[in-house]
């Protein structure tokens, strides 16, 4: 019997809000496979007893990135991991944008400030501030020029805790056409999302925010899939892609642009995409036996 890990996270004390693994747990039961839901931090968990490991929703990851990438060396060793763990570590840090764009493909303009930079922020348009290791908005912050003394707190706040700051123009189609998902599972386009505006005016950087507001069903252009597409085969070791979210917005000139890769723990949103259920198990069970 293949064993399985769907790889999530403890967020004690609320409870997970990762509604995607307890379908594919049930799912992969049912089609034989022993499926288990299983945290990446657990110290009792036997890993080398598991045929694959997928990573689902470790959603802490990004504020414990050391231990996160010594677990991936540690589990990576013992059994197979999905995505494999090279392309985890390389998606960890969202400097990869910058590898995007020299390779030649659209992304949104980004510029880096690490830990003891001088705060060179806009003065002619509205712009975020964002963690370079940072999930579900969290960190991230939308200003205009006349916000500059907020948005130089935010920045000593995230340098003085190690992190290294993105700064990117604000898009502002984002209010009217909002953010495309594209999922690709298994080497091929699984389905699309769009979603709404997550960064609202005034919203400090460490409020609560929802991440995928106004979730809805999409069907992406051939200029969105190319760039997508365009995008992943950037990615270093791609043949082994289990799984892939890119995130795309118009940019200024109506042409889509790659805002981020979602490599390591996206959600899936199969509630909004029942028709995908059986492509992700049927996918998930080839890469537990290697094919």
């Not at 020029?145 to 707190?153: N, T």
């Not at 920045?155 to 993105?166: I, K, S």
């Not at 917005?249 to 390591?264: A, C, H, S, T, Y």
């Amino acid at each position: 019997m293949v064993r399985i890990a769907i790889v999530t996270y403890d967020p004690r004390p609320e409870t997970s809000k990762d509604r995607d693994f307890p379908l594919l747990v049930r799912e992969l039961v049912a089609t034989g496979a022993d499926a288990t839901a299983v945290y990446w931090d657990d110290p009792e968990v036997d890993w080398a007893s598991f045929d694959l490991a997928v990573v689902r929703s470790t959603w802490d990851y990004t504020w414990r990135a050391e231990e996160f990438a010594g677990w991936l060396e540690r589990c990576g060793k013992v059994t197979r991991v999905a995505n494999p763990v090279g392309v985890l570590r390389w998606n960890m840090d969202k400097r990869y944008l910058g590898e995007l764009a020299a390779a030649g493909v659209p992304t949104v303009p980004t510029r880096y400030l690490a830990p003891g930079d001088a705060p060179e922020l806009p003065d002619d348009r509205e712009y975020v501030v964002k963690p370079t290791s940072g999930a579900g908005a969290r960190y991230a912050a939308r200003y205009t020029p006349e916000d500059r003394e907020a948005a130089v707190r935010h920045l000593a706040r995230m340098h003085a805790e190690g992190f290294t700051a993105m700064v990117q123009p604000y898009i502002g189609s984002i209010d009217v056409t909002g953010e495309r998902a594209l999922q690709f599972f298994g080497g091929r386009l699984l389905h699309a999302s769009r979603k709404g505006a997550v960064l609202s005016p005034g919203t400090a950087y460490d409020d609560e925010k929802v991440a995928h507001p106004d979730l809805e069903v999409w069907s992406p252009t051939s200029a969105e899939l190319a760039v997508a597409e365009r995008a992943l085969a950037v990615v270093p070791d791609n043949s082994g892609l289990l799984y892939a979210r890119v995130d795309l917005v118009l940019g200024d000139d109506g042409e889509p642009r790659v805002m981020e890769l979602e490599l390591i723990e996206p959600n899936l949103f199969l509630g909004l995409h029942p028709d995908s259920v059986p492509v992700v198990v049927q996918a998930i069970l080839r890469a537990a036996v290697g094919r």
